[in-house]
């Protein structure tokens, strides 16, 4: 099969293909993780939990710019969280139009268990991997990430007319 785009630009798009593919299969993997062990959790809460466990009384802004979500995604997320007794909103003292989100007395007893798992499907993940070339895989996908928000920074630049 013929391909669509330049060698180089073919060889850039597998890439791009692998990142989303290992994304998307890290990310069940670690969800299915959690599942075994009867635990309601995300792999988009483990997320918003190990920010609290590192911070707890958030605000909800903090998760949709660390997540790279939209407000209601995040919104959706947070009350799925509550209704499972992992977070709890509160008025922000500091400003009434938004909530601080904390953990609760359950989510911090599971820290350990829930650390544990993840720490075992990231080991699973990255096995046979020495750790000089995880820590480049992570400096080149950090550079992707930075060239995608330069080039959406650029679009919505041109779209303002600037």
């Known amino acids: ?77 947070i009350d799925n969280m509550e209704k499972n007794n992992l977070v709890t909103r509160v008025p922000n003292p500091n400003d009434k139009r938004s909530k601080l989100i904390y953990l609760t007395r359950k989510a911090r007893d599971l820290k350990e268990q829930v650390v544990g798992i993840a720490e075992d499907a990231i080991l699973s993940i990255t096995k046979g991997i020495p750790l000089e070339e995880v820590e480049q895989a992570a400096d080149l996908l950090t550079k992707c990430l930075e060239n995608i928000v330069e080039y959406e920074d650029n679009i919505l630049d041109e779209q303002k007319g600037e």
């Open 1 to 77: 099969m013929g391909t669509l785009m330049s060698e180089d630009v073919e060889k850039r798009r597998r890439l791009t293909k692998i990142i989303a593919q290992v994304s998307r299969l890290g990310n069940y993997t670690l969800g299915r993780a959690f599942e075994r062990e009867g635990l309601p959790i995300s792999r988009e809460q483990w997320d918003v939990l190990v920010m609290l466990w590192d911070k707890d009384g958030r605000a909800q802004q903090e998760f949709a710019t660390f997540l790279l979500k939209n407000r209601a995604s995040i919104t959706s997320l």
